[in-house]
């Protein structure tokens, strides 16, 4: 395909002003068509020698560069992806896994030549309408409610390129990255038990994510694994909510003697509210969070949590979504499960006797 460049800038010789100047002046000057002059522009080998060097000439001549804009137009490609996230920005900006992911993938971004749209959406109608609109080349969709999963069956249906940083349940042709959140449950919770805690609370995010879902189904079956009780609570991912389930759970289960909380922003609120009631982490509590985002590692004290590979979710999607949008064989699998990693620092520590 020739790309119709539609106009460009010029420079003069001994003038500072930049002047308009379209690809018909140029072929007008020398002697050639309009579509010639875009065969030069892109490199293409069906030009005589004589022509291609006449047309070269005149382009040197006026130091002519197709915009940017020409370009993208004439490849219809924008070079701008969008970065879909349920949520309001206020929430995104406080969330530090969320903000995590745009900073990686801002940074990846940058050196492959793309900007990034950032889209908080309740509905993924917005993305999809500016994908097929042409506004945007391709879509990141963080961390899918079950709501999404409908315009995301779309997205496959009008062969848009999209990647899923999450858990997607509708078929396994579906590009995500997703943590293995069955199995990072399950290691907070068998750390505790090896750590003595027989009575272990466990606050989650909101249900209509998956990966609360899965969860909490970890939570159930290795509790009835080893014969604990129950206290399971569902919260939104944020410092109050961890505040306030914790509250609940110091006023009417006392015996509890360790949290696992579902994400690290509320298990930094429930050392809050442990610290309110004047006991001590982890001395008389321990607590464990899910994320490890940098600020588990400012608070006082550290926060044990479980890794969930920020940066190399952020890295592997950007990956394979400008690959799918510069149609380069693709090297991945569609589903690329990160298995977690279980680190350790001074919110927990054994069951006081």
Not at 3 to 19: H, N, W
Not at 144 to 154: E, Y
Not at 203 to 220: F, Q
Not at 311 to 316: P, R, T
Request: charged fraction near 25%; include cysteine; aromatic fraction near 8%.
């Amino acid at each position: 395909m020739v790309l119709q460049y539609s106009y460009g800038t010029a420079l003069l010789e001994g003038d500072v002003t930049m002047i308009k100047i379209t690809i018909s002046d140029i072929a007008k000057e020398a002697g050639v068509s309009k579509s010639t002059v875009s065969r030069v522009l892109n490199g293409k080998p069906d030009v005589l020698p004589r022509t291609k060097e006449r047309v070269l000439e005149v382009i040197e001549k006026y130091n002519f560069q197709p915009s940017a804009l020409a370009v993208s137009m004439a490849q219809k490609k924008t070079n701008c992806i969008g970065l879909a996230i349920p949520h309001d920005i206020d929430y995104i900006f406080k969330n530090q896994y969320y903000s995590e992911l745009h900073r990686t993938i801002l940074k990846i971004a940058h050196k492959r030549k793309y900007l990034v749209l950032l889209l908080c959406c309740t509905d993924l109608q917005e993305a999809s309408n500016a994908v097929r609109q042409k506004r945007l080349d391709g879509l990141i969709v963080i961390s899918p409610v079950n709501s999404h999963l409908a315009a995301i069956q779309t997205f496959k249906d009008h062969e848009i390129p999209f990647v899923v940083i999450g858990s997607c349940p509708l078929d396994n042709s579906i590009y995500q990255i997703r943590i293995n959140d069955y199995k990072g449950i399950v290691c907070a919770i068998e750390y505790l038990w090896e750590l003595g805690h027989r009575d272990i609370a466990f606050i989650n995010g909101p249900m209509y994510l998956p990966s609360s879902v899965e969860r909490l189904k970890a939570y159930h079956d290795i509790t009835f694994k080893y014969g604990l009780k129950k206290y399971d609570y569902e919260g939104r991912h944020s410092l109050e909510s961890g505040y306030k389930f914790a509250t609940i759970v110091l006023d009417e289960h006392p015996e509890v003697t360790a949290f696992c909380v579902s994400s690290d922003y509320m298990a930094i609120g429930v050392e809050k509210a442990v610290f309110a009631r004047g006991l001590r982490v982890p001395e008389d509590i321990s607590v464990i969070g899910f994320d490890n985002i940098p600020i588990s590692e400012q608070v006082t004290p550290t926060l044990s949590t479980i890794d969930q590979f920020i940066e190399e979710k952020a890295i592997k999607s950007m990956n394979i979504l400008l690959d799918i949008i510069e149609k380069k064989d693709i090297k991945y699998p569609y589903i690329i499960n990160i298995e977690p990693k279980l680190c350790i620092r001074q919110s927990t520590a054994p069951k006081s006797s």
